[in-house]
């Protein structure tokens, strides 16, 4: 997945897409700290996907990756930068979606 995958980098995350199944994964970086630090980082980077699921592609499987910068990040930065990614990753899919034909 992450050796084959097209990338995207946010400001708080970097998500990775490979064709797959629609599965959608999370993790975080051990640099934003313990354990509960990292899961309360996936869990605002879950919420925040959540609004934008209708915009993945259905025949992607995703991950977002959590950077250390998400666990200052204010929830309304989060989700506009999460949006800018998802909107690259849905033009990046639909391009190489339209090269395969």
Do not use: H, Y
């Amino acid at each position: 997945m992450f050796q084959e995958g097209r990338r995207i980098q946010t400001r708080f995350c970097r998500i990775v897409a490979l064709e797959g199944t629609g599965r959608i994964g999370f993790a975080t970086a051990k640099a934003i700290g313990s354990k509960p630090k990292r899961n309360r980082a996936k869990r605002r980077l879950r919420e925040a996907v959540r609004l934008f699921a209708g915009s993945l592609p259905p025949n992607a499987d995703v991950v977002f990756v959590g950077k250390a910068s998400l666990q200052d990040a204010a929830w309304s930065a989060l989700v506009n930068d999460l949006g800018d990614g998802m909107r690259a990753l849905g033009g990046l899919w639909a391009n190489e979606s339209a090269s395969d034909l």
